[in-house]
């Protein structure tokens, strides 16, 4: 009994650790058992990150510790060595790419600590402070391969994922059906599978990766099925193969607490991204962020707001999740009882005059109440949440304070 991690295998243009893992686990030695692999998505601003910053482990039933040993050695210099230093420009993403830096380790008896996981999730990990292997390959990738082994799997969900053809690999375009992926939307535990609002599929990536889509669930039997049932289709390209992952998805795990803070300022920024100042810090309501953006902009100095989110650097919270905790009432100048028209302040400590009947009151303010567009939390729309996130309608008391 063992523990198997990857990652860090693909660059933007050519492989994805998930294929890299696929084809290793197909060609195991015959004494080994293969369990659940596990697909775990970490800290989205590690400096590292590979494209979609996800690592892959698994564990083993081995006959033969040796015979294994031999050859995930023969694996690692023929099939994920060569992937180091991969690099290449990408249209959709600015940042600076590093260059892929595999890395895999095998834990013999017991997985790493928890702690590691979490640490790995919700923040930066530099490689001196990943726990060791009994045997370990490589660089960078074995920060999240260590990661993805240490994971206990408290929440999950699941992920079936099918790669195309070695000669499709490089080619943006996939064929998956839409009739088979409309009925698939349908089933009870399916989720993230199309976009309600635009109709369209949310399984297939858009680049070039060997990945032809991934249908997520929440039980492992019904991304099988699902996962099977797209294959089949007669309008959905020929694959290499199908696994199930089960993976931290929609977990939240990447957030630790929510924030509370009380509105400053907003300030709306050109796209609409906006800006909340609070005493703890800039909270950012992203453009297409929705509701969530919606929500911010509606606030003014004085609400008081609770958010979770990715502070990816001190003093910055990148909102996820929103809400209004008490809205700071508008003040207004009393209304004239004669006039129904309202009243003006004649200067600091001089009362209120109206402007028709020019009727005198004391110097007063009325309170009026604002009620937010939201009564409770709201989250971005599907196409515009982490992999990571869960979704609002899946949490219950115990997940939001
Ligand atoms: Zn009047």
């Known amino acids: 009994m063992g523990w198997l991690g990857l990652d860090d295998t693909d660059s933007l ?3 994805c650790t998930t294929y890299s893992f696929h084809l290793l686990l197909e060609s195991l030695p015959p004494s080994v058992t293969v369990l659940s692999p596990r697909l775990v998505r970490l800290w ?4 590292h990150r590979t494209r979609g910053n996800a690592a892959v482990a698994v564990e083993l039933h081995v006959g033969d510790e040796g015979e294994l040993l031999e050859y995930l050695q023969r694996f690692w210099e023929e099939h994920l060595l060569p992937a180091k230093g991969r690099i290449s420009p990408s249209k959709h993403d600015a940042r600076v790419q590093s260059p892929a830096d595999p890395g895999m380790v095998w834990f013999s008896n017991e997985q790493p600590a928890e702690d590691f996981y979490t640490m790995a999730v919700q923040s930066e990990v530099q490689l001196d ?12 990738g074995r920060i999240g ?37 409309a009925m698939i939307d349908l089933m009870t535990s399916t989720f993230l599978s199309r976009d309600p609002r635009k109709g369209t599929g949310l399984v297939s990536p858009r680049g070039p990766c060997p990945v032809l889509f991934g249908v997520r669930a929440r ?15 007669e309008l959905t ?11 931290n998805q929609a977990t939240d795990d990447h957030l630790s607490h929510s924030q509370n803070g009380t509105v400053a300022h907003v300030r709306i920024l050109n796209r609409g991204n906006t800006v909340i100042t609070t005493e703890s810090g800039k909270w950012l309501a992203f453009a297409e962020s929705g509701s969530v953006k919606k929500l911010a902009q509606w606030l003014q100095p004085g609400d008081v707001i609770e958010g979770y989110g990715l502070s990816p650097e001190f003093g910055v919270l990148h909102l996820e999740k929103l809400r209004v905790v008490s809205a700071h009432p508008n003040q207004h100048r009393p209304m004239c009882d004669e006039c129904s028209v309202r009243m003006k302040s004649m200067g600091k400590g001089q009362g209120c005059r109206c402007p028709q009947c020019k009727q005198r009151t004391e110097d007063t303010w009325e309170s009026v109440t604002r009620n937010p567009p939201y009564d409770s939390w709201v989250q971005p729309p599907l196409d515009a949440r982490r992999h990571l996130a869960r979704p609002l309608e899946w949490m219950d008391s115990t997940d939001l304070s």
Do not use: M
């Open 129 to 140: 402070e990943v726990p060791e292997a009994d045997h370990s390959w490589g660089g960078q």
């Open 237 to 247: 390209e020929f694959a290499v193969g199908l696994r199930v992952f089960v993976t």
């Open 13 to 15: 243009k050519e492989g």
């Open 145 to 181: 391969a260590t990661a993805a082994v240490a994971w206990r799997q408290k929440k999950c969900t699941w992920e079936a994922i099918a790669w195309r053809e070695p000669k499709r690999h490089g080619q943006n375009e996939r064929d998956v059906c839409e009739q088979s992926l």
């Open 219 to 233: 039980d492992a039997s019904s991304a099988l099925e699902a996962g099977n049932q797209l294959l089949a289709a």
């Open 44 to 47: 989205p601003f590690a400096q």
